[in-house]
Structures are given as C-alpha cells and as structure tokens.
T-cell receptor, first 113, second 113 residues
C-alpha cells in the first residue's frame, strides 16, 4: 500500500513568489492535514481538510491556503512568500476525522531566497 | 489552548544505556497522547499512542510510555538504546473534544557508540 506522498521534495522560490505543494493521501483516507516544521519550532498546524472542505485552520495568515480535490488529494498554496516561510511542510492523512490515525508524508522542503 | 512541553531539547546517551524522554501537557479532562519519531529527511512515524485503558503503553522498536494523569505526563522510555535510535522525537496531545494534535517542540536523541 502506498503511503502519503508529497511533491515536490524540494522547492526553491524567491521572496514574493507563490509556492504550490501537493499531497496524495493513503487510499481510503479522507482527511488531510498540513503542518509547517520550521527550525526549532516543532510542528505548527496549518490546515485540515476532510471530504473536500476546510475543517480547521491554524494561526497562519490568509496567504496560506489550500484545497482538497474529489480524489482527496490536497494542495497547499503559499502566496507572497517571505523568508520566514522557509520550512519543511508535512502532510498527513487519516481515515476519518480522528487525529489518531495520522500517517505522515516525507515532506516538502521549501526554501525562500 | 492545549500546550505540550518536551523538557529536553537534546538528550545524549551511550549505546545500550537506558533513556527517558520527558513530555508534559497542560491539563485537560481527557486526552489522547502520542509519541512520534522523525529520522533525518523523513516524515513522522508513530511510535505509540494512548487512547484509553492501561497507562503503560508499548510501541514499536522497544519503546514504551506511561500515562500519568495526576502529573499530566507521558514520558517515553527505552531500556537499551541503539545507534539507530538517533532521531528527533515528538510528543503530541489531542484534548477531549478536539481532532487536531498539538505537538511539542521535539527532543533530539543522540546515541553515541
């Protein structure tokens, strides 16, 4: 069974540009979660999608947005990139709304220069 | 808001020695508790979880953790570590009524030969 896949693995962008990160959940998982892992800050919750709808949002500005497609894959968009957006972005999926079924992907390393 | 404190940012230990990684959380009526491990350049992998029942939880790779409600702690232990246990370890908590885990900042376990 394929795990949670994220693409691209690495992404380098210039300040002010937009970045798009993608996540494919495990087959049968309907919930997708996005986390930002910045150096020394642990994992900060960004967004939660379930059945195509945004269910919850962390304490991040509106330039962080996303969506979930009918096949449950998800996209995270970061507009007007700032240097401090440089981080590892992790996606996780779960079979329902309970957070204890999490499976994480390997992440996308975003570097803003 | 729920908070999770991992008291040690770094724990150095020699191979075959025992180790304890500490985790405390802010009080809540009921909680679900988790430990995750992150190897370099990878996502997070679930080590173990406490949902209910016995307060001593056994996980993968020989790790175990004990839920102590009165001390609001969920410390992770292993009686004898290996070089391969070198990784970042994250404690996470889901408070009752919530679906989103709150993660600690992580503890870097460094196993020396």
């Amino acid at each position: 069974e394929a795990g949670v896949t994220q693409s691209p693995t690495h992404l380098i962008k210039t300040r002010g540009q937009q970045a798009t990160l993608r996540c494919s959940p495990i087959s049968g998982h309907t919930s997708v979660y996005w986390y930002q892992q910045a150096l020394g800050l642990g994992l900060q919750f960004l967004l939660w999608y379930d059945e195509g709808e945004e269910r919850n949002r962390g304490n991040f500005p509106p330039r962080f947005s996303g969506r979930q497609f009918p096949n449950y894959s998800s996209e995270l968009n970061v507009n007007a990139l700032e240097l401090e957006d440089s981080a590892l972005y992790l996606c996780a999926s779960s079979p329902g709304t309970q957070g204890w079924g999490y499976t994480f992907g390997s992440g996308t390393r975003l570097t803003v220069v | 808001a729920q908070s999770v404190t991992q008291l040690d940012s770094q724990v150095p230990v020699f191979e075959e020695a025992p180790v304890e990684l500490r985790c405390n959380y802010s009080s809540s009526v009921s909680v679900y508790l988790f430990w995750y491990v992150q190897y370099p350049n990878q996502g997070l992998q679930l080590l173990l979880k406490y949902l209910s029942g016995s307060t001593l939880v056994k996980g993968i790779n020989g790790f175990e953790a004990e839920f102590n409600k009165s001390q609001t702690s969920f410390h992770l232990r292993k009686p004898s570590v290996h070089i391969s246990d070198t990784a970042e370890y994250f404690c996470a908590v889901i408070p009752g009524g919530s679906y989103i885990p709150t993660f600690g900042r992580g503890t870097s376990l460094i196993v020396h030969p």
